[in-house]
């Protein structure tokens, strides 16, 4: 049934805890000057971010009511000032203790950024006796740190290198160490372009910035409002999170959250889409917890607002205007350059070991660019040189200026506490920049690191000094450890640490700690590898398959969009070594979890688990065991389809089954059951089937005309002498939507269904306003023409001919002869399942749970209840005409065209064509689904969502992939939805 609801792709909201900050006793102080300083409106308005707006009044009418000569006099008592101060800030942090975090507009997050964090300027101790070096100190200085870094690359085992400083806007030093390739004599300078890794993320960073300065959104601009398709876990955050959110890393996801989803080859939107899944382990804004996502996001919303791609606005607005000649974002221009390293990796992975290169044909080069706004930059030492000046110049570089000074100097701005490896010092990350307070200036970096390769860009804005750094091995510390060495060599502080030899040896005990694992000496057989072969699932990496391998010594776990390997070693019984190719030798563990007839129910693939959990996977159910399923690549176009019509409409969750007699079958189950509880989709479970339900009652009446107690031309006078045109409506023309009756569902109805679902509304009631729109109705048998009335109007005949309720004679005619187990019309409000259904609130663009609903309202039109596996069956039954007589089959398959629409949509009885697929769709107050059968290749088709959103789209999307030669349409635009009212009643 079609409800019409108004439509909004708006999320719930909810509350999360909220962050708590306590101002040390140096910044209550600070906050006194602050205050004293601070100008409220008239009204109030917010003056402290993260605080409600009506505690901000409360504040705000105190402090407006002691003016500044009040408080210069409690100044001159340090006691009253103290106590002022300190019980504004006990109000304060217990505000924030027990309220939800605001938002801050960016003029108001300074005070945020100086008391909220702790005060960089003055966390630091200066030591007023550290100086840059004279001209003629200088040379000596750069002589000294080259041997340093040289004798490092040989202690780090690093094939190449190169290194540049920078200072006060001219390149002092650069040059280039080492070979490009391990065993190959062409050598490493200064135009050789190296990969530079999450270096990468503060070009991301300043064309955001760029954007904001033109206006196109601001740092404080809910992410949803420009990305409909964003989503987190949590509704509330969802909602709550802004631009300058994106690039903190301060989401509450866990730290590197889905970093080993690109080595299974999934594209950026398909990362982007996978966020919503992720779990949560700490609030939002309260800790720092490193990400690449995020700035997939935001290459999303640069890419929507500027019309180009990601890598043309780097070459437009950054790379060009820079004279970056030689730096790239893509895996072809990185090959385009004849002096290139692709780098270097270590044969057992993350161990240290023996070091190989890294060749053009490695199947995981491209796991970089599918995270590229967050790593896939690479240039030469010279570029990043220029970058380091841009960056010193406040956004000038040979008097080009491409970005306002405050506006650049937003990027480098503390937003998220970082933990500090260095003690005394504070780091906090900033918009794609680390901020690190440092003896004798702070000092902003970035540094990056691929699987092949490392870098470090930094620099100290006060001292006018910068250094950056490239290196051909993944060894990401060592430009941690070169930067620090040289300024403290540059500065000639007294015993400086050895930065590079401290951290090497925590590398190779961290190294050391990883060794392979020992395989019991006794272990336990391993299972049949026949009991746990097939096709597991989870919502986040999809479908996934296990086979045997050509020799059958192992198992193949194949993932993703490639159906990339992980190699399944037996272990110990059920356990399993996992080793991804060529890449982790030993990565860890897979168990299979066994049923009482030893048959896999699940597996938990422990290499995934680490990725935010996602490691644990349901065996899918095998209905139709003879039937082998689709080919895994056309199972990995099925799943990216399913996914991209998720994201784009937002739906909460989705269950799918394809079976065709010469391709094979395809199930998944996608998303949410319940947003609440977060409990995901099954294949199993039921849920409201909507228009649907018109085949079931149209199949009652047609049984009824076969047996003589109806026929196809009774006129509906005879039921309802009074009802208008009642004397030429035939019982034909009800089941064929050609009565000319206009709809009892109007705009105004189904509004107030939308808020009051549990209500009765007797049939009667439902019919009476239609006798007072005698106007409305056209002329029978003339035109199809789509309408719920007619449907609970052959629903009150059949109850009046037979004596019982049509959930009576469904179950006797239909579900109990075909064995549908999970199929029926309901009696009351409650719903079996775990799957809920959901609208969003046009008003408050909160999710509804609009699972429980009275059936009186949609009735025969749209009330019955199914699941996946029983609406296969009956799709079949449907067309087949298993429960008719062969010449009552016959008759309901004359279909006609629906009026004004295309020759290929047409209406039989109680059945829709649709080119050739035969079924129905069905849309109700929380649900969606369509089934179809389509005899020429003996395929059943059922999509459900758990939204009243359309299904026509990937309906028609999954078609025109297993059959393009049969269908008439193209792939249509998911997010052209309008199309489609007329095609989901």
């Known amino acids: 049934m079609r409800t019409g609801r108004p439509r909004s792709h708006k999320m719930r909201t909810g509350r999360p805890r909220s962050p708590i900050f306590i101002l040390t006793l140096h910044q209550t102080s600070e906050l006194y000057g602050w205050i004293s300083e601070a100008k409220f409106t008239s009204s109030g308005s917010q003056l402290i971010p993260y605080l409600p707006p009506y505690i901000n009044r409360t504040i705000g009418y105190y402090y407006r009511n002691i003016n500044h000569s009040t408080l210069q006099r409690r100044s001159k008592s340090m006691i009253q000032c103290i106590k002022l101060v300190l019980g504004f800030c006990l109000i304060a942090n217990l505000c924030v203790l027990c309220l939800p975090a605001q938002s801050a507009a960016p003029e108001k ?24 070096p004279s001209p003629s100190e200088l040379p000596q200085i750069l002589a000294d740190f080259e041997q340093y870094a040289v004798q490092a690359m040989a202690d780090w085992e690093i094939p190449g290198m190169a290194y540049a400083i920078v200072q006060n806007d001219e390149v002092i030093y650069a040059k280039g160490f080492g070979a490009r390739e391990l065993g190959k004599p062409d050598p490493v300078t200064t135009d050789t372009v190296f990969p530079i890794g999450s270096a990468s993320k503060a070009f991301t960073s300043l064309l955001m910035a760029m954007m904001v300065e033109e206006g196109h959104f601001s740092w404080n601009d809910p992410v949803i409002s420009l990305l409909p398709d964003f989503r987190m876990y949590d509704p509330w955050v969802t909602r709550e999170f802004q631009v300058r959110d994106l690039m903190s890393q301060h989401s509450g996801m866990p730290g590197h959250a889905a970093l080993m989803v690109p080595f299974f080859h999934f594209d950026r939107d398909s990362i982007r889409f996978l966020e919503r899944f992720i779990k949560p382990v700490t609030s939002f804004r309260a800790d720092f917890a490193y990400q690449n996502t995020l700035f997939l996001d935001a290459a999303a919303l640069l890419e929507k607002v500027s019309g180009k791609t990601w890598e043309q606005l780097l070459q437009e607005r950054i790379f060009t205007p820079l004279g970056m000649t030689r730096t790239t974002a893509t895996w072809d221009g990185l090959l385009s350059f004849s002096n290139r390293t692709l780098g270097h990796r270590w044969v057992n992975g993350w161990t240290w070991g023996d070091i190989i290169p890294a060749q053009e044909d490695w199947p995981y ?18 570029d990043l040189a220029k970058w380091a000046r841009f960056q010193l110049n406040k956004g000038e570089l040979d008097g080009l200026r491409l970005i306002a000074e405050d506006n650049l100097e937003y990027t480098h701005r503390p937003h998220t506490i970082m933990n500090a490896p260095i003690s005394g010092s504070q780091m906090y990350y900033a918009q794609g920049w680390c901020y690190q307070t440092y003896d004798p200036y702070p000092i902003v970096w970035h540094n990056g690191g691929t699987l092949t390769g490392t870098s470090m860009v930094s620099y100290l804005p006060e001292a006018g000094l910068g250094f950056v750094s490239v290196a051909n091995l993944f060894v990401c510390t060592i430009g ?23 951290m090497l040896e925590s590398l190779r005990l961290d190294s050391e700690s990883q060794t392979p694992p020992i395989r019991p000496q006794n272990p336990a057989p391993s299972p049949d590898f026949q009991s746990v072969t097939g096709h597991y699932a989870n919502s986040f990496y999809g479908t996934v398959s296990v086979r045997g391998s050509e020799n059958g010594d192992s198992l193949i776990l194949s993932i993703g969009p490639q ?15 996992t080793s991804l190719p060529e890449c982790f030798d030993y990565a860890d563990f897979t168990t299979f979890h066994l049923g009482a007839d030893g048959a896999s129910l699940s597996m938990s693939v422990d290499l995934l688990n680490t990725d935010a959990g996602f490691g644990e996977f349901t065996r899918v159910k095998e209905v139709d065991e003879e039937l082998p ?13 399913i996914e991209k019509h998720m994201q784009q409409l937002n739906i909460p969750g989705a269950v799918v089954g394809v079976w065709t007699a010469d391709q094979g079958k395809y199930l998944a189950a996608r998303g949410f059951a319940n947003l609440e509880t977060g409990e995901m989709r099954t294949l199993e479970d039921p849920f409201r089937i909507g228009s649907i339900t018109k085949t079931f009652t149209v199949t009652v009446a047609l049984q009824l005309i076969q047996e003589g107690l109806l026929d196809y031309t009774t006129p509906l006078s005879q039921f309802y002498p009074d009802f208008p045109n009642a004397e030429i409506i035939t019982i034909r023309d009800l089941m064929r939507m050609k009565a000319g009756i206009p709809e009892y569902t109007t705009d105004e109805f189904l509004m107030h269904l939308f808020y009051h679902l549990l209500d009765s509304y007797p049939i009667d009631a439902l019919l009476a306003p239609l006798y007072e729109r005698v106007a409305e109705f056209g002329s029978p048998g003339e035109k199809v023409s789509y309408c719920n009335t007619n449907m609970i109007l052959l629903e009150s005949i059949v109850e009046k001919v037979t004596g019982n309720s049509l959930a009576e004679e469904i179950a ?21 399942g775990r799957t809920r259904g959901y609208d969003a609130d046009p008003e408050s663009g909160q999710w509804i749970d609009h699972t429980e609903m009275s059936p009186d309202f949609s009735g025969g039109s749209g009330a019955m209840i199914s699941n996946l596996y029983d609406l296969k069956t009956f799709a079949k039954a449907l067309y087949e005409g298993t429960l008719l007589s062969p010449e009552t089959q016959t008759s309901r398959l004359q279909a006609e065209s629906f009026f004004g629409q295309p020759g290929w949509f047409r209406y039989g009885e109680g059945i829709v064509d649709l080119a050739g697929f035969w079924g129905h769709s069905g849309s109700i107050f929380g649900f969606q689904t369509i089934m179809c059968y389509y005899p020429p290749k003996d395929a059943t088709i059922v999509i459900s969502y758990n939204t009243e959103e359309f299904v026509q789209p990937l309906f028609l999307e999954i078609t025109a992939l297993l059959f393009p030669n049969d269908v008439p349409w193209a792939v249509t635009d998911p997010t052209n939805v309008a199309n489609w009212r007329k095609f989901s009643q």
């Open 109 to 132: 997050f300074a005070l945020q950024e100086k008391f909220v964090f702790p005060i960089q300027e003055t966390a630091q101790t200066k030591s007023v006796s550290l100086k840059a």
């Open 365 to 382: 080069n491209d796991w970089v660019y599918h995270y590229g706004p967050a790593g896939s930059l690479a240039c030469s030492i010279l």
């Open 480 to 502: 941690d450890a070169l930067h620090l060495a040289f300024y403290d060599r540059y500065f000639r502080k007294e015993n400086p640490p050895d930065w590079c030899r401290s």
């Open 563 to 577: 159906q990339q390997p992980l190699l399944l070693t037996p272990w110990d019984g059920n356990v399993f070594l």
């Open 629 to 641: 399923w689709l080919p895994n690549t056309t199972v990995s176009q099925l799943d990216a389809l």
């Open 812 to 832: 006797k005619r239909i579900t109990e002869p075909l064995g549908l187990q999970q199929t029926f019309y309901p009696t009351g409000v409650t719903f079996p």
